[in-house]
Each structure stands twice: as structure tokens, then as C-alpha cells.
């Protein structure tokens, strides 16, 4: 079953939308946990990967990326990004400690490699499967730095009792 060009374009709306939301839920932990640089590192590298996502709309158009599997639902997108404006309205409700924050972002990245958000994609075009490649090694980096972060912060708390 082919996919049709606006089938394609509505889920990397969607894309760009999770990564926005993103960028927010971690400007959000920024504003909480103001001594926790790591949430701005996030938060920019989130931005940037909004723009790149929504960069890729005129590939679609021009045929050079395809979308290569429709069992990536729109349904999984949409539960994303709810699950983490729903983070957000926690944090501004004050109802979110730093432990809580760290281990959320993790289920998140974690999450996105999972379910390979970003490998249905394809592209015969190097430049634009070099983009790729950037945003799934970004994700995974993402992953390792709240893992580190959350030993770093666990180690601490211990230590302190």
C-alpha cells in the first residue's frame, strides 16, 4: 500500500510538533530546576530538531524521502506529544521534583528510540539521510546524558543519607 504525499506531510507535522513540545517540556524543567544546566542543552537541541523535521516538508513534495512504513500511526504521534504537554502542566502546577523530571525525560527518549520514530524515513539523497542519521544520533545521545544524569543524581541522594 503506497502512502500518499499528504498522509506523509501530516505525520511529519506531527514529528516537528512532538519535537516542539519536547523543546517546551525541557524549557519547562529549565524554568523548575534552574541549576540544572542539562534541561538547556535539551531544550535547544529539541528546537533545532523541530527545524529540521519541518525542513524536510519539501523533500516530501520533491519526492526525494519517502516514508517507507504506515504501521507508524498518526494515533502513536498524537499520544506523545499529550503525554508530554501533560508533563508540562504538571511542572507548572509545581507538582514535579528533579528525580521525577529526569526519569520522565528518560521514558521519553527512551520511548522515541523504541519505537523508531525517526527510521521510517528513508532518502537516496545523502545530504537528507545524513540529517537523519543526525536527529536518530541526537535522540540516542539524549538518552545516554539523562542516563548519566540520572545515576549522577541517584549516587547523590544516597550519599546523602
Do not use: C
Not at 530546576?33 to 523541530?50: G, M, R, V
Not at 524515513?121 to 538518552?143: A, C, M, P
Amino acid at each position: 500500500m503506497s502512502t500518499s504525499k499528504e498522509e506523509i506531510i501530516e505525520v511529519i507535522d506531527l514529528l516537528a510538533q512532538n519535537e516542539q513540545a519536547l523543546a517546551d517540556m525541557y524549557y519547562a524543567y529549565g524554568e523548575k530546576f534552574p541549576d540544572y544546566k542539562l534541561w538547556d542543552i535539551l531544550h535547544d537541541e529539541e528546537e533545532k530538531h523541530n527545524d529540521i523535521v519541518l525542513s524536510i516538508m519539501d523533500n516530501v513534495e520533491d519526492g526525494s524521502i519517502q516514508f517507507d512504513d504506515m504501521h507508524f500511526s498518526v494515533r502513536t504521534l498524537n499520544i506523545a506529544i499529550n503525554q508530554v504537554l501533560e508533563e508540562i502542566a504538571i511542572v507548572e502546577d509545581d507538582k514535579r521534583n528533579l528525580e521525577q523530571a529526569i526519569a520522565f525525560a528518560l521514558k521519553v527518549e527512551s520511548s522515541m528510540l523504541e519505537k523508531n520514530f525517526l527510521n521510517y524515513f528513508t532518502s537516496k539523497d545523502v545530504g537528507i539521510q545524513t540529517v537523519l542519521n543526525e536527529l536518530k544520533k541526537d535522540t540516542k545521545s539524549h538518552k545516554k546524558m539523562l542516563e548519566s544524569a540520572q545515576a549522577r543524581f541517584l549516587k547523590e541522594k544516597y550519599e546523602k543519607k
